[in-house]
């Protein structure tokens, strides 16, 4: 199984941006696919999950509505769509992917990771 990032960058406060993951070798249908982020000097955190055949997204309390976890099927490729961003949410933003379907929140297989930096 890999998985690659990609899409990160330097935007403002208050911009949009969307991060993707490219999944392959293997067969995902039972999986979940989730985002996680680390920022500095902080420990690595669940930011969204979803569930590859069912499409049934989960969030954690910092998502506040602003960002949207996806996936198409057909490209192997999950996204998160992030909106008004804020400086705090600068870190390298990680996917990762549960062959379980349940356990989104401890991964088995990881992505290497993409920047996102929110000046002020």
């Known amino acids: 199984v890999q998985l690659q990032a990609s899409g990160g960058g330097l935007v403002q406060t208050g911009d949009s941006l969307r991060v993707s993951c490219a999944v392959s070798?293997?067969?995902?249908?039972?999986?979940?696919m989730g985002w996680f982020r680390r920022a500095p000097g902080k420990e690595r955190e669940f930011v969204a999950a979803?569930?590859?055949?069912?499409?049934?997204?989960y969030y954690s309390a910092l998502a506040e509505d602003r960002f949207t976890i996806s996936r198409d099927i057909s490209k192997n490729t999950m996204y998160l769509q992030m909106k008004n961003l804020k400086p705090e949410d600068t870190a390298i933003y990680y996917c990762?992917?549960?062959?379980?379907?349940?356990?989104?929140?401890?991964?088995?297989?990881w992505g290497q990771g993409t920047q996102v930096t929110v000046s002020s």
């Open positions: 990762g992917a549960d062959p379980t379907g349940t356990h989104y929140r401890t991964p088995r297989y």
């Open positions: 070798g293997h067969s995902f249908s039972d999986y979940a």
């Open positions: 979803i569930g590859w055949r069912g499409g049934t997204a």
